[in-house]
Structures are given as C-alpha cells and as structure tokens.
C-alpha cells in the first residue's frame, strides 16, 4: 500500500505534463497559474486559521476540549468514531477553516499516520462546509424556501464522518 | 456571523475553565502559541497547496479536463433530466462538476451558482428537487485529490500523505450516496 502510494506522484506529475505538452499547452505557464492561485486561497484562509487556531489552543489548555471529547465520548465511540475527532465533527458543517484548523490539530497531535490522524484527514477530504455552500447557493439563486436541503445534506455528512472512521479502520 | 459566536464562545469557555482549573498560565501561554502555530502550518503547507493547484490547473487546460467533463453529462443528464434539458446549464453543471473533482473550489462555486440561478427560474423562490440535489452534491465533497488535506498531512511530517486517496473516494461515495437517497426519499414528504 504505502509503496504502491508513493507512485502516486511522480507518474501524475511526468503523465499529465506529458499529455497536455503533446496538445501544445504551456504547461510551465498553467503549473505557475495554478500555483499564484494556490497563493490565493491560502492568503485567503490564513486569517480564519490564525484566528481559530488560536481560540483552539487556549480551549485545549484550559481543559474545556477534553470536557467536551468526553461528553460525546459514549456517542462517537458507540458508533466506531475516534472521540477525539468529536470537535471537528461539530465544527466540519459550520466552517471551512474552522474544520481544517482542527484537523490540522489533531494531525500535528496525534501524528499523521496515526488513526487519528488518519480519520481527521479522511473526514476533512470528504466532507464539505454544509451551511455555507447551501447559504452561497440559495443566496445566488433567490431561494427562500429550502424544503429537505439542509436534512439530505447532514445525512450525507454523518454518513461521511462514519464512512471515514470505518475505512480507515478497515484500509490501514 | 456563526463564526463571531463559536469564537466568542471559545474564548469565554477557555477564561472560565481556566479559572475554574488554575491553568491561566497555560491557557495565556497557548493563545501566543496557537497563533504562531497558523503561521507555521501556513508556511508549511503553502509548498505542496501550490504545487497541486498548478498541477490541476494543467489538467483542467488539457483535453482530459474537456474528457471529464463529457463522462459527467451522462451522469447529469440522469440526476437532472428537467435542468440537463437546457444545454447552457448542462454546461455550468459539467464544469462544477469536473472543477470539484480537480479540487478547483474557486472555479466549481462561479458555475454552481450560473446552473442554480438558470434552474431556479420560475421557482417562485421555492428549492425544486433538482435544485436540493445540486447543493447537495455540491455539500457532499468528492474529490480525485484532496490536495488541501494531502498538504496538511505532508506539513505533519508525512512521507506517503496520499496513502488515505482509497479511503476518502470510498467514504466520499458513501456519503454522495447517503444524501442523494436521503434527497429521494424526503422529497415526497416535504412540501
């Protein structure tokens, strides 16, 4: 698995540039744009990070996140979900940045190869921030009226957050 | 604004249980802390980010960007038989569609929103199913790669940060699949 994962890059990088240099594209030109774009949304997301970072960090020393993993311990853990996952599974729906900066946490704490760590990255990659593309869409589209928007989207993100647990269990 | 609450909350919850726990040092130490690790885990993670924005970027200029795009329709024709009617929204939808899969969040949102206003026309500001179906969808990530998590992890120090892609397509399938038949199944009731 790990040795199978490590071709993972190197063919992407030498087939892709390969393919789209065969159709006379500046590949030079689009790797440096998408990478200026990269600049973008990091510069983007960096004031949410520094922010939430740092109100995470002082709730994880005071104790307050310890209190609040062991309340839904019982919960999370009756379904087969890492507890320490639980503020992220809060969070996830609500805040883009909010779940990556917790995310990013728990990776840094736990290690990344850890199941922890694993399942923190796992629930960020399928997931999405729930309320927010649902108020960008229905904002744009003039819709009042959502109907079962909001319950279908929570199904699908519970069944997220329980898939990711699950697999990595399962795959590692 | 939900943001404001959580943040204020954080904050006011750390001040209290700090007190409670004679951890002030700690909890003033971690705020310094906490804000230098963002700035960390920025500089950390801004290498590969930018690395996988350009490499997908590449993609989307490619005909493996318009290949991807084709393979869809015939998916989108299936989820949205009214709204796939109407080639201009089958458009926006493919390029949502393919820009989420490449991971092009900054590209996928603009023609999200072109494929909803075009469907929501004669809505009376009401969602139809279609409309449930394309917000869920697009609330339900799935991703060829998750560069931003990948960077994450190879910030942590991770050699094979992309060893978890079976795990998030699986669980990235599991949920899609979850909220369409949820999708299904409550439209009948909801009014």
């Known amino acids: 698995m790990t040795d199978l994962s490590s071709w993972v890059i190197p063919l992407l990088l030498a087939c892709i540039s390969l393919w789209a240099l065969r159709e006379k594209i500046n590949v030079y030109e689009a790797l440096t744009d998408g990478a200026a774009e990269g600049l973008r949304i990091l510069l983007r997301i960096f004031p949410h990070l520094l922010a939430l970072l740092t109100a995470i960090a002082m709730f994880r020393a005071s104790g307050g996140l310890d209190l609040l993993t062991q309340w839904l311990r019982p919960v999370l853990e009756a379904v087969g979900i890492p507890s320490e996952t639980a503020a992220l599974v809060l969070l996830r729906p609500f805040s883009g940045s909010g779940g990556l900066a917790i995310g990013s946490e728990l990776i840094a704490t736990y290690g990344p190869d850890s199941t922890i760590g694993r399942t923190a990255a796992v629930m960020l990659g399928c997931t999405e921030t729930t309320f927010y593309t649902i108020a960008v869409y229905f904002g744009a589209a003039g819709i009042k009226k959502l109907r079962h928007t909001i319950p279908a989207a929570l199904v699908a993100d519970i069944a997220g957050f329980l898939a990711a647990a699950w697999c990595v269990k399962w795959m590692f | ?191």
């Open chain 2, 1 to 191: 604004m939900s943001m404001a609450f959580v943040v204020t909350g954080l904050f006011l919850f750390s001040l209290l249980f700090g007190a409670s726990t004679g951890k002030m040092a700690h909890v003033s130490a971690a705020a310094l802390s906490g804000a230098a690790s963002a700035v960390e885990l920025c500089l950390s993670m801004v290498g590969s980010l930018c690395l996988w924005n350009g490499v997908m970027t590449v993609l989307e200029r490619s005909s493996l960007g318009f290949y991807l795009g084709r393979a869809l329709r015939v998916v989108l024709r299936r989820l949205f038989p009214k709204g796939g009617q109407d080639a201009e929204t089958l458009t926006a939808l493919s390029g949502n569609m393919s820009a989420n899969l490449l991971g092009l969040g900054n590209a996928a949102t603009p023609m999200g929103i072109r494929a909803a206003t075009r469907m929501a026309a004669g809505c009376g500001g009401v969602a139809s199913n279609e409309l449930c179906r394309l917000v869920v969808l697009n609330t339900a990530s799935v991703q060829l790669l998750p560069t931003t998590v990948a960077a994450l992890r190879s910030a942590a120090g991770c050699q094979t940060p992309l060893d978890i892609l079976p795990a998030v397509w699986l669980s990235s399938l599991i949920s899609v699949a979850a909220g369409l038949s949820a999708a299904k199944l409550l439209e009948r009731w909801v009014k």
